[in-house]
């Protein structure tokens, strides 16, 4: 089966590497004693409503990269389209940047929590999100990748992101209101 799929092998390395990176995460989310304590950010109300807001502004920067990816990719009928993959890197490092701290405050100071199911969905989609991310840059630079590869993979760090969103932003803001 390996001769058939050689260009699929070269995922190999990357996904061990993003797997190791995910569960890496998850154990030292769950050994690791959550301390209660995140720094805060002023002009909001509490380190919860600085983590809710950075994870939308990373996730509407998921939206621009999924636009963009749709448009690099043909699926979108945009004319001139030379700045579109500039946008997509661009918004995919402001993404990044916008999510690394919320997940710092998720690991430091609440850990992998399972106290209810959407908690630990959302432990467990933090894991997936910073694994599934870690195969996307790793897999980027490989020449020889299945045409497939790409798109599902930046697929599953949209759709892992998207799904953070929907458990912890959308959530917070359905059960205590929009606030800053």
């Given amino acids: 089966m390996a001769a058939r799929h050689p260009a699929a092998l070269k995922l190999a390395l990357p996904a061990a590497v993003g797997a190791a990176v995910a569960i890496s995460i998850g154990a030292y989310g769950r050994l690791h004693t959550p301390t209660g304590v995140a720094v805060s950010l002023a002009g909001f109300s509490s380190a919860q ?34 700045w579109i993959p500039v946008l997509h890197r661009w918004s995919g490092r402001v993404a990044f940047l916008f999510a690394v701290p919320v997940a710092l ?54 759709a892992a992101l998207t799904a953070l969103w929907l458990s912890s932003s959308l959530w917070f803001f359905a059960t205590s209101g929009v606030r800053f």
Wanted: hydrophobic share 55%.
């Fill in 49 to 82: 409503t600085v983590k809710v807001w950075l994870a939308c502004a990373a996730t509407f920067f998921g939206i621009v990269q999924l636009v963009s990816a749709l448009a690099m990719y043909g699926r979108l009928p945009v004319a001139g389209t030379s």
């Fill in 105 to 158: 405050h998720c690991l430091y100071a609440l850990g992998f929590a399972s106290y209810s199911p959407r908690v630990l969905l959302h432990s467990v989609l933090g894991c997936v999100f910073f694994g599934a991310f870690t195969v996307k840059m790793l897999a980027l630079p490989r020449r020889g990748l299945p045409g497939w590869a790409l798109p599902l993979l930046g697929g599953l760090v949209f």
